[in-house]
């Protein structure tokens, strides 16, 4: 993702996750799914992707890195936390040929309006200061890049 953009991603994504011989052929073709496939998502459709360095007020969760051979994926679902609260409320992705992504959950991140453009949020409807600009100081210590 670019930098200041954002996506949403209609499909299911993310766990909990069903073998394919657990799945419907025809439930996997009306997803556009055809060949066979270790799993298929039963995630919450909807998720917003941003790029890593656009993310505030969050950490990693170490034990969540997945199964990426240098970096994290998705694979043990959230694994970056609220600062604040400590809830999972994204997921990183950052291993080699995978592209580099935070996916915020439609369940926990919603899209408000804000002049004309659009700003995420996970607050549960509390204030959210934004800073300005964007912060790329890799020696702040709520960046999230490792």
């Given at each position: ?40 998502s ?8 941003i ?8 950490r ?31 997921t ?16 926990v ?22 800073p300005?600009g ?6 702040r ?6």
């Amino acid at each position: 993702m670019e930098s200041g953009t954002f996506a949403v991603d209609p499909e299911p994504w993310g766990g909990p996750w069903r073998l394919w011989d657990e799945i419907d052929p025809g439930e996997a073709e009306a997803r556009g799914i055809y060949p066979p496939v270790h799993a298929l998502s039963d995630g919450v459709p909807g998720a917003s992707v941003i790029a890593p360095g656009d993310i505030r007020g969050t950490r990693l969760i170490p034990e969540k890195r997945g199964g990426a051979c240098c970096g994290v994926d998705e694979v043990d679902g959230p694994n970056m936390a609220c600062e604040a609260c400590a809830l999972p409320v994204a997921t990183r992705v950052d291993g080699c040929s995978l592209w580099q992504m935070v996916r915020l959950g439609s369940d926990v991140a919603h899209r408000v309006p804000v002049d004309g453009i659009h700003l995420l949020i996970a607050s549960q409807g509390q204030p959210v200061k934004v800073p300005d600009g964007l912060d790329l100081d890799p020696c702040r210590p709520d960046h999230t890049d490792i």
